[in-house]
């Protein structure tokens, strides 16, 4: 493998087995994503992209292939192994926001160092600078119901930053907002794939947004279709 390549997907294959039937979600998978790309994941529902994503992250193990992250080969790692990985070198951001309601947006963001161990004031300091990334070191002390949609997915990006990642993993990160929001949100994304070279992965139905990343990956039936780098690079 390459230096820079971060993630190395290879002749991935996931099958759901229910007993009485089959669904092979990847068929045979090739993919590799270069440090500081972002790159968005599309194709029509049911085509495999949010199961690609959680196959690359470790958040669910594949039937056959191999997926290394960081050079290291995630279907060796164990459940532990996999969950220190994800809360050390990895962010998530969903279409649900997944905020707690109780707590401020200073405390949703310092929560995963707070639970990995980390002292309250340094991680306070950290949740400051990741919400003054995403211009919302001013709200640090709302609590989710008195900030919008777009306001809620960017108290989420910092939390997804708080601990410095070298991959952000994106499902359908704009699913919940109008079309200024999700635009403001994904030049976020864009910004730091830029200037904090984080490697990002968006899935995405939408195209317009979709074609805000460095490189589409259009998926069909469980396998890359086509690759293309959108028209503004």
């Given at each position: 493998?390459?230096?820079?390549?971060?993630?190395?997907?290879?002749?991935?294959?996931?099958?759901?087995?229910?007993?009485?039937?089959?669904?092979?979600?990847l068929?045979?998978?090739?993919?590799?994503?270069?440090?500081?790309?972002?790159?968005?994941?599309?194709?029509?529902?049911?085509?495999?992209?949010?199961?690609?994503?959680?196959?690359?992250?470790?958040?669910?193990?594949?039937?056959?292939?191999?997926?290394?992250?960081?050079?290291?080969?995630?279907?060796?790692?164990?459940?532990?192994?996999?969950?220190?990985?994800?809360?050390?070198?990895?962010?998530?951001?969903f279409?649900?926001?997944?905020?707690?309601?109780?707590?401020?947006?200073?405390?949703?963001v310092?929560?995963?160092?707070?639970?990995?161990?980390?002292?309250?004031?340094?991680?306070?300091?950290?949740?400051?600078?990741?919400?003054?990334?995403?211009?919302?070191?001013?709200?640090?002390?709302?609590?989710?119901?008195?900030?919008?949609?777009?306001?809620?997915?960017?108290?989420?990006?910092?939390?997804?930053?708080?601990?410095?990642?070298?991959?952000?993993?994106?499902?359908?990160?704009?699913?919940?907002?109008?079309?200024?929001?999700?635009?403001?949100v994904?030049?976020i994304?864009?910004?730091?794939?830029?200037?904090?070279?984080?490697?990002?992965?968006?899935?995405?139905?939408?195209?317009?947004?979709?074609?805000?990343?460095?490189?589409?990956?259009?998926?069909?039936?469980?396998?890359?279709?086509?690759?293309?780098?959108?028209?503004?690079?």
């Amino acid at each position: 493998m390459t230096e820079n390549v971060v993630i190395d997907a290879k002749e991935v294959v996931k099958v759901y087995d229910t007993g009485a039937v089959k669904v092979e979600a990847l068929r045979g998978l090739n993919l590799s994503v270069a440090e500081g790309e972002m790159v968005s994941i599309m194709g029509p529902s049911g085509c495999g992209k949010t199961t690609l994503l959680n196959c690359l992250s470790g958040l669910d193990d594949i039937t056959s292939g191999k997926v290394f992250v960081e050079s290291k080969d995630i279907s060796k790692m164990s459940d532990n192994e996999k969950t220190d990985h994800r809360a050390q070198r990895m962010g998530f951001i969903f279409q649900a926001f997944n905020l707690l309601p109780v707590l401020t947006a200073a405390e949703n963001v310092e929560l995963p160092l707070i639970v990995g161990g980390t002292g309250q004031k340094e991680a306070r300091a950290k949740a400051i600078e990741a919400l003054r990334l995403v211009d919302m070191e001013n709200w640090m002390d709302h609590k989710p119901s008195e900030l919008s949609g777009g306001q809620q997915q960017r108290v989420t990006i910092a939390r997804s930053l708080v601990n410095d990642p070298a991959i952000i993993w994106a499902d359908e990160p704009t699913g919940n907002l109008d079309t200024e929001n999700s635009k403001q949100v994904m030049e976020i994304l864009c910004r730091l794939s830029r200037e904090k070279k984080k490697t990002i992965l968006v899935v995405t139905h939408d195209s317009t947004i979709g074609n805000m990343a460095n490189r589409v990956i259009m998926m069909r039936n469980g396998i890359v279709e086509k690759t293309y780098t959108p028209a503004v690079h």
